[in-house]
């Protein structure tokens, strides 16, 4: 297989539906999402009355050898557990050295970032012509603050791999609320 034949050298993408073609995304509903909202009455109660899609994932991860990127196309559907926006599981990178680059594309959102290590959080917008960087060693975790679908594009090393254990054993110390009607963050244990 020579060079050029061994990646994915094109693809065309819908930024507003935030999908890319010839990719199914892979597709999380809201019972994928057990622990990440600090509401748990409310979660539990929407769950009942059905399991909504919450957001869905298009990843081109072809190839995997030292210095390739793999990139994937995301939508967060809009919508709210009680007062927190819908957002994704959330993970630090497998190897956790991997830096990532967001842009957003359509829609309105948030970034969750937490040091690992000393828990500091920042909330940061993510929207059309944004572009936010994602530091090695940090958990990242994206919600969509607006009314119509978030689409945003990640792009990565290929080494980066997702660890979403360690996220879900310990979680994000903080959530992304609605707060008069500007997304705000809070402290978890404060919800
Ligand atoms: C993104 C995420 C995407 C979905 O492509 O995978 O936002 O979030 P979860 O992976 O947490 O479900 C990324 O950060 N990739 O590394
Ligand atoms: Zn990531």
Redesign the pocket.
């Known amino acids: 297989m020579n060079l050029l034949n061994s990646h994915d050298l094109l693809r065309f993408f819908d930024p507003v539906a935030g999908t890319i073609a010839g990719v199914a995304p892979t597709q999380?509903h809201l019972g994928d999402l057990h622990g990440c909202f600090a509401d748990t009455a409310t979660y539990e109660r929407m769950l009942a009355a059905g399991n909504p899609l919450v957001?869905g994932?298009s990843?081109v991860e072809p190839a995997r050898a030292d210095g390739d990127l793999h990139y994937?196309l995301?939508f967060i559907l809009p919508g709210r557990v009680g007062a927190e926006y819908f957002m994704?599981?959330?993970?630090v990178?497998s190897w956790r050295e991997a830096a990532?680059v967001?842009l957003g594309l359509s829609g309105e959102g948030a970034m969750l970032l937490e040091d690992e290590t000393t828990r500091e959080s920042r909330m940061l917008p993510l929207r059309p012509n944004h572009a936010v960087y994602?530091p090695g060693k940090i958990a990242?975790?994206?919600m969509n603050t607006g009314s119509v679908p978030l689409t945003?594009l990640?792009i990565?090393p290929a080494q980066?791999g997702?660890d979403?254990t360690s996220v879900a054993n310990r979680n994000f110390r903080c959530v992304v609320i609605e707060r008069h009607g500007q997304p705000a963050m809070v402290e978890r244990t404060l919800l």
């Open positions: 999380r957001y994932v990843a994937a995301a994704t599981k959330g993970h990178h990532e967001y994602v990242h975790r994206t945003y990640g990565y980066a997702h979403y």
